[in-house]
């Protein structure tokens, strides 16, 4: 399990990922759809409660037509 800074980079990409499918106006079942990925674990992810992996993150991506890397956009904390 995740914890301290690796669970803030988590939340992060999950609070990212939320931001991107919502102002694309998608419900997780639709990206869901789009993707093959089970809504409810696109929740854990979006909640900073699942460890996706790189391919998991990708297909995310794919799924809302976004470059891998919007998904790491955030300002390192110092």
Known sequence: MAQGQDKEILKK??????????GKGLS??????????????????ERGENNATVLTLNQLAEALEIPLYDLF????ES
């Open 73 to 76: 956009k955030f300002e390192q």
């Open 28 to 45: 997780l079942r639709a990206l869901s759809h789009r993707c093959s990925i089970d809504f409810s674990d696109i929740g854990k992810i």
């Open 13 to 22: 990409i999950g609070d990212n990922l939320k931001k991107i499918r919502t």
